[in-house]
């Protein structure tokens, strides 16, 4: 398969996905999670019931969306230590990867965080993904920095770089500039370590 068919099929696939974590957000904003049905949502988002669960398991996790994937290449250079060689400056290129990938809308942004505060069990789901990709990159940190590298300093630059994506994200969301979000982020990024230094 050529490299844009794949990228097509890869557009498709982000596209559908996206649909569907819409809908489930719309969903749960107007009737709340137990309101609707997975039916419903596959009704609603215009995908059979089999597509629905082969992108998501549950009305939950339709809710939360997809991870956006980062290149396996781009891992690897991480992994490596690259491509700057300094830690922060490699994970903001990571960061810079994901944030690029798929610009969001304002209002799918805006409406997810609605959804996410209104129900507990939504903010605890959030909470779990944000943990599990916290402790995901601790240990791709630990791979590439070594024995001598504390697991919790790794857990800690983690979970400052996901408070980073949150703070950029709500600010995004609430500004009327055309500004793109890794933009938003950068800026962000330079006021923490202003404030570290």
């Known amino acids: 398969m050529t490299e844009s068919a794949m990228n097509l099929r890869e557009q498709k696939r982000w596209d559908t996905s996206r649909r569907i974590t819409q809908c489930a ?10 309101g609707f049905t997975m039916d419903d949502l596959a009704a609603s988002a215009g ?21 956006p994937e980062i290149p396996e290449a781009a891992v690897e250079t991480f992994r490596a230590g690259g491509p700057h060689g300094s830690l922060v400056d490699d994970l903001t290129e990571l960061a810079h990867l994901v944030l690029s990938a798929k610009q969001p809308e304002r209002e799918s ?9 209104r129900d507990p069990r939504m903010l605890a789901a959030a909470h779990q993904r944000f943990e599990l990709i916290s402790e995901e990159f601790a240990a791709l940190v630990l791979e590439r920095e070594g024995d001598g ?39 962000h990024l330079g006021a923490a370590r202003a404030l570290f230094t």
């Open 25 to 34: 957000q719309r969903l749960t904003d107007q009737h709340g999670l137990d």
């Open 109 to 117: 942004i805006e409406l997810g965080r609605r959804v996410l505060t």
């Open 47 to 67: 995908v059979s019931r089999r597509t629905l669960f082969n992108y998501f398991p549950s009305k939950t996790d339709a809710v939360l969306g997809e991870i």
């Open 149 to 187: 590298f504390e697991p919790f300093r790794a857990r800690l630059l983690l979970r400052l770089v996901l408070t980073l994506f949150d703070s950029a994200l709500e600010a995004f969301a609430q500004e009327d500039e055309s500004r793109a979000l890794v933009d938003v982020f950068d800026e």
